[in-house]
């Protein structure tokens, strides 16, 4: 590959974007792979070191910080640090693969910014803020106090999404897994349908 890419999905919570980049991913001639993010969190039952995060504590986390390890980071709840390890770019490139993120608004645009000539950010929109709430409702993960928090949080989210590349109105989720995989198989130059 001449040069890999970098596809960045944005979006607030409940508006279906993990699915999207699931999808995505499953389609190998995209060629993509998941940019694995390191935060000071704690690991939820289900979740993998290596897979799902690098799970650091606060002091490692800080130090690579120091050491400017990161691409880009953020305190995204109090002590709670999320970022993009330089290293884990350099690890799909040099596999000939193209980088795909489900990251925060934030850290989506940090990314376009750094790459600009590089980087197909995309935003997913869900139809309303009141579908949100019903879908955040609906997945049962997050308290009533959660969810109004996240709700809030995607009024903001959502200002932003005219400083990306695209916005996929995620209306119908067949619908918005296709606008998808037509931008990125465009963006990357695969063969423009699944499986191909
Ligand atoms: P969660 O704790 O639910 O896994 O993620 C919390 C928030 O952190 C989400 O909005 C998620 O998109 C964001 N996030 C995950 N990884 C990164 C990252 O590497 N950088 C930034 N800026 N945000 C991230």
Redo the contacts with the bound molecule.
């Keep these: 590959m001449d040069e890999g890419k970098l596809i960045v999905f944005s979006a607030p ?1 409940g508006s279906g974007k993990t699915t999207i980049v699931r999808y995505l991913l499953a389609q190998e001639e995209l060629k993509l792979d998941f940019s694995i ?3 000071s ?1 704690e690991p939820r039952d289900n979740e993998v070191d290596g897979k799902d995060y690098y799970f650091l504590d606060l002091k490692s986390f800080k130090q690579k910080i120091k050491n400017d390890e990161f691409l ?3 305190e ?1 709840y109090r002590d ?1 640090f ?3 390890l330089k290293s884990e770019i350099d690890r799909i490139w040099a596999q000939g693969k193209h980088v795909i993120f ?3 608004v ?2 989506g645009l940090d990314i376009k910014k750094i790459y600009p000539d590089r980087t197909l950010a995309v935003f997913v929109k869900p139809p309303s803020i009141e579908e949100l709430k019903i879908r955040l409702k609906k997945r049962q993960t997050e308290s009533d106090d959660k969810i109004n928090m996240r709700v809030a949080k995607a009024s903001i989210e959502l200002a932003t999404a005219p400083q990306f590349d695209h916005i996929i109105e995620n209306n119908d989720l067949n619908e918005a897994l296709k606008e998808a995989y037509t931008l990125v198989a465009d963006y990357v130059g695969a063969a423009n349908s699944p499986g191909s």
């Design positions: 919570s993010s390191a935060t969190r880009e980071w953020e995204v709670n999320y970022g993009t489900d990251i925060d934030v850290g």
